[in-house]
């Protein structure tokens, strides 16, 4: 049998390229055979293929195929024969331009219509789908016998004058025509905003000037990962799709600049494209490979892979330059979300609520699925979680790890960040992935405040499933720079407002106490006076308490001013604001509240306290603890903060006059009414 041979396949593509220009061959497929050694070529066996269509080829289908190639060139006259699959072929010899014995096959047309006999038969060999064959047959174009004798004929008379100045020059123009429609693509590669765009041109300016019926452009991702179909044509997607990993492991040993062929690794990086053989031209710019366009069962004329290279060089400097764009908008457009965060970051309530959005914006930044915030306690030999992402809030405040035994205790240790690929193959760490982790890349910092470490951030699991890179880390070290420094401000303010408050806090009871009374009286008198609005004074003692105290004893009337100050708390207003004056002496300030409204509010409490059991106070007067209250409203009874309270303190003295458990009005008195303040029992 004959076997291309490499020194003459320039004439035997440029041979074939003049013979598909007649309409009369326009149906068949054909290949140049030029080896009288007796080795089939790959591409003999696919005839039959119309556009891609592959039916299997019987050992008989060879063996007829090659009794026909041997009489054609012993009688030097064509051969028409039918392989088993009832498709018409015809062997055309001819001698080329060496004076070497070739030939012309052709074939890959039916004379009739499809025998479902003959398929049933051929559906039973190994790996055979009857339904996927009877498919592909019906797909294939009709032809009677005697056009294919007039095909083979024609051929017959055509060939001598495709040697020599007229193929060459046949050739020069074709390629010519083919340079400058490739440079008129240029702008157009140039225009195009995308990924999709630039694949979609290049395997439609293949298809459509070097007619490759099958082939699929795959793209590299980066970080390690398999290439992924872009496009594809002729085939579909399914079957274009490499097996996950070996052809990236395959070009990474090879590091491939020049188109390069597939042989016997086809099947095994393409196991369902069903093809035996496959060109790859690679797409390069600057070095970097960026793609590669497969094209199968084909071997293109060498001029023509030269044109392919070109055209995948021009799509490749296109993508180049939109990968270096889009990673230039991507770095832009996280340096403002940065700005945006740490703006954010600095309206947290809490110091909790900020270590939450620290963790929820570190993996926002970094499109992380997990994370955590690590502080160490106050001996500094722990890690306490005190905000998580992708773990469950609870389980995460009982989690700590050992400084001395931990990775994230090794970055508090060092103060060096660590950033992990693969945490099973890195040298530092070598032990198994975590189980409850998706990926084996992972980055922990260090989390300062100045100089001083106090805890690590840990980000995990990519959401694409990828692995951290290099960038991820200087952008997290960025972010967790301004944290820490908002963690101290946090700390800072936490600190102050623990201290006001208890400046202002009155330390048995929790209530405000009489500096803060004093303060908010004189911001209340301001504010009704600007707006010409009543608030009203209520000034409470609680009645016989030294007694209670002589009775009951000084940690029992602790107890019960704490419970007087809860009951005050849950019985006046949410607006009200309520102290403790001094002793058992109370003073609440009713804003926006005139004198009668102030009553229901004030009767409401002193029920309350009267209804409420204390120890021991049966052994009061009346048998039970109760309260006497005076009102004093802002501005008929006073328009200066002493006054109020004055008045409010003299209509509480009438009440303990007249009897005790009871809410008097301040009335101003016909006559001066003088008494001790502190002393009303």
């Not at 009794?67 to 028409?80: C, E, N, T």
């Not at 604001?577 to 409204?597: D, N, Q, S």
């Amino acid at each position: 049998m004959l076997q291309v041979d490499q020194q003459t396949s320039i004439h035997s593509d440029d041979i074939l390229d003049a013979l598909r220009g007649h309409p009369l061959l326009e149906p068949f497929r054909m290949t140049v055979l030029c080896d009288p050694k007796g080795r089939i070529d790959h591409r003999a066996r696919h005839l039959c293929s119309g556009g891609g269509l592959r039916p299997p080829c019987p050992g008989t289908c060879q063996e007829t195929r090659r009794q026909a190639i041997l009489g054609a060139l012993a009688d030097q006259k064509p051969q028409i024969f039918t392989c088993q699959l009832g498709l018409l072929n015809f062997v055309v010899p001819f001698r080329d331009d060496r004076e070497r014995p070739c030939c012309i096959l052709g074939g890959g047309v039916r004379e009739k219509p499809v025998s479902l006999s003959q398929v049933e038969a051929l559906s039973h060999t190994p790996g055979s789908d009857g339904l996927a064959l009877l498919d592909t047959l019906e797909k294939l174009p009709f032809a009677s016998h005697d056009t294919v004798e007039k095909a083979a004929a024609e051929i017959q008379l055509l060939l001598p004058g495709l040697f020599g100045r007229n193929l060459f020059a046949r050739a020069l123009d074709r390629t010519t025509q083919r340079m400058r429609a490739l440079a008129a693509l240029a702008p157009e590669f140039d225009r195009a905003e995308d990924a999709d765009e630039v694949a979609s041109l290049l395997c439609e300016a293949v298809a459509v000037h070097f007619d490759l019926p099958r082939m699929a452009l795959l793209m590299v991702p980066g970080q390690r990962r398999p290439l992924s179909l872009q496009c594809c044509l002729g085939v579909t997607a399914e079957l274009a799709t490499p097996q996950p990993g070996k052809l990236a492991d395959l070009l990474e040993r090879r590091m491939p600049s020049e188109p390069f062929a597939l042989a016997e690794e086809t099947p095994g990086l393409f196991p369902a494209a069903n093809a035996n053989h496959a060109t790859c031209v690679p797409l390069l710019s600057g070095g970097t490979l960026l793609g590669l366009l497969v094209a199968f069962d084909t071997e293109c004329h060498p001029r023509d892979l030269l044109l392919i290279q070109l055209l995948a060089s021009q799509a490749a400097t296109r993508l180049l330059r939109l990968q270096t764009l889009q990673q230039h908008l991507r770095e832009t457009s996280l340096t403002t979300r940065l700005v945006e965060l740490i703006g954010s970051l600095a309206l947290a309530p809490t110091r909790q609520a900020l270590y939450a959005e620290i963790v929820t914006m570190g993996a926002e930044l970094l499109q992380a699925g997990s994370g955590s915030l690590m502080l160490l306690d106050e001996s500094g030999e722990t890690l306490e979680i005190v905000a998580a992402k992708g773990m469950n809030k609870t389980l995460a405040k009982t989690m700590s790890v050992r400084v001395a035994s931990s990775l994230a205790g090794r970055v508090a240790r060092s103060g060096m960040p660590l950033l992990v690929s693969d945490i099973e193959k890195d040298s530092r760490i070598g032990i198994p992935n975590r189980p409850r982790f998706r990926t084996k890349s992972f980055l922990s910092v260090p989390l300062k405040i100045s100089d001083r470490i106090i805890g690590v951030l840990n980000l995990s699991d990519k959401l694409d499933e990828g692995i951290f890179a290099q960038t991820d880390l200087d952008l997290l070290s960025s972010f967790i720079g301004h944290a820490g420094t908002l963690i101290d401000r946090a700390t800072t303010l936490e600190r102050a407002e623990v201290m006001e408050r208890l400046s202002v806090t009155d330390p048995l009871t929790g209530l405000y106490n009489r500096r803060f009374l004093e303060r908010r009286l004189d911001e209340e008198l301001s504010r009704s006076s600007r707006q010409s609005l009543n608030f009203t004074v209520m000034m409470l003692d609680l009645d016989n308490f030294k007694r209670y105290n002589d009775l009951c004893g000084h940690l029992a009337g602790d107890q019960s001013l704490k419970r007087v100050a809860s009951l005050l708390r849950s019985s006046a207003r949410e607006m009200d604001i309520v102290t403790r004056y001094g002793g058992e002496e109370f003073c609440l300030v009713l804003p926006g509240t005139g004198k009668a409204e102030a009553v229901l509010v004030g009767e409401r409490i002193r029920r309350a306290i009267e209804q409420e059991p204390f120890d021991g106070e049966a052994d009061l007067p009346g048998g039970r603890l109760t309260t006497s209250i005076g009102l004093s409203s802002f501005p008929e009874d006073g328009q200066a903060e002493q006054d109020l309270l004055h008045a409010a303190d003299l209509a509480l003295y009438q009440a303990k006059h007249e009897g005790r458990n009871r809410l008097v009005l301040y009335q101003r008195p016909d006559f001066p009414l003088d008494h001790p303040l502190e002393n009303h029992g």
